[in-house]
């Protein structure tokens, strides 16, 4: 079995190594600390089993990470392993095509049990996810038609980037970054770019609304 593990976090990516080693049969393990080395382990690798993501991410934006490696790897079963523990993120990372959802408190078995769960073809998540309503997908299947570089540029525009700062960012042309925003624009089927703010928002996290700090910010030791 071939595993990617996408953390930041060396102590997080430790600690799951060790539970995917204690419930799968001498595993191969890659380890990812970014967006951008998500994005080309997924681009360069077809063999992979399984995939155990951390939301949080730089490079990422709240479920942006999971919807690109869904549309990537559709076939790749993601668990997310998350600090934020709200139900209500567990249930958008369902809804927005996630196998499983672990929060980073889990017991080693806990873990164990979930990934076993996850790899027999089921879902696993905490009970409490089952209380939480399905949210709307609509969004995230236009979402996964974007190009990884659209979806930074995505990112980009909801941090209120200016084409000239976004094109310095990613070392690119503003023609390049007005050719990737008018194909946002088109495949989320909105016509102004404040639109595509406003439906990107739709995949953002609440960090606040759940006793964390905001991606970036100091935690407190907490990823």
């Known amino acids: 079995m071939k595993v990617l593990i996408a953390d930041d976090h060396p102590l997080f990516r430790s600690a799951l190594s060790q539970a995917v080693k204690q419930c799968l049969d001498s595993p191969v393990l890659e380890t990812v600390g970014s967006f951008d080395e998500l994005s080309d382990m997924l681009k360069h690798n077809s063999d992979l089993d ?23 790897a559709p076939a790749l079963p993601v668990i997310v392993v998350s600090a934020y523990e709200d139900a209500g993120v567990a249930r958008a990372a369902l809804d927005h095509g996630a196998a499983g959802f672990i929060p980073k408190s889990a017991s080693p078995e806990t873990m164990a049990h979930a990934i076993d769960t996850v790899l027999a073809g089921d879902r696993w998540a905490p009970e409490a996810v089952d209380e939480v309503p399905n949210s709307d997908n609509e969004f995230t299947d236009k979402l996964a ?3 990884p570089q659209q979806q930074r540029v995505l990112v980009m525009l909801t941090d209120g980037l200016l084409n000239k700062q976004i094109a310095i960012d990613l070392d690119i042309s503003e023609a390049t970054v007005k050719a990737h925003i008018t194909a946002i624009l088109r495949k989320l089927g909105v016509h102004t770019r404040t639109q595509a703010v406003i439906a990107a928002r739709s995949l953002e996290i609440d960090w606040a609304s759940y006793g964390r700090s905001a991606p970036g910010a100091p935690s407190n030791g907490e990823a």
Do not use: E, Q
């Open 50 to 72: 399984l995939l155990l993501l951390d939301l949080n991410m730089p490079g990422a934006r709240g479920y942006s990470a999971l919807v690109h490696a869904r549309s990537v």
């Open 145 to 147: 038609l974007l190009t």
